[in-house]
Nanobody, 123 residues
Framework: QVQLVESGGGLVQAGGSLRLSCAAS??????????IGWFRQAPGKEREFVAS????????WYADSVKGRFTISRDRAENMVYLLMHRLRPEDTAVYYC??????????????WGQGTQVTVSS
């Protein structure tokens, strides 16, 4: 079993940047073997896929809405997955979650979810 904890959210002005982190609190080897993704959910909306990365870290996928602005990366040795977000927009406001294992290429979340971290982008 993998326990995931997200951090790094906060309030930022439009055009600004944030880096989100997802840390495995247990079962590091299992986490390292998983494809991991970031998802987000805004109030009143369904959860949506944002970005994912394969087990090796060599392949990444992005939703069209964030492509060119967000970068997902991972440090397998440290059991960490990151989401670097640039040129943030108010429509990026949501609770961001990491999840695994992510089904690639369908980009569905798996059995493991973090508690989420709030990202708020002001106009």
């Amino acid at each position: 079993q993998v326990q995931l904890v997200e951090s790094g959210g906060g309030l930022v002005q439009a055009g600004g940047s944030l880096r989100l982190s997802c840390a495995a609190s247990a079962s590091g080897r299992t986490f390292s073997d998983h494809n991991i993704g970031w998802f987000r959910q805004a109030p009143g909306k369904e959860r949506e896929f944002v970005a994912s990365i394969n087990w090796s870290g060599y392949s990444t996928w992005y939703a069209d809405s964030v492509k060119g602005r967000f970068t997902i990366s991972r440090d397998r040795a440290e059991n960490m997955v990151y989401l670097l977000m640039h040129r943030l927009r108010p429509e990026d406001t949501a609770v961001y979650y990491c999840s695994g294992p992510v089904t690639i290429p369908t980009m569905r979340g798996g059995a493991y979810w973090g508690q989420g971290t709030q990202v708020t982008v002001s106009s």
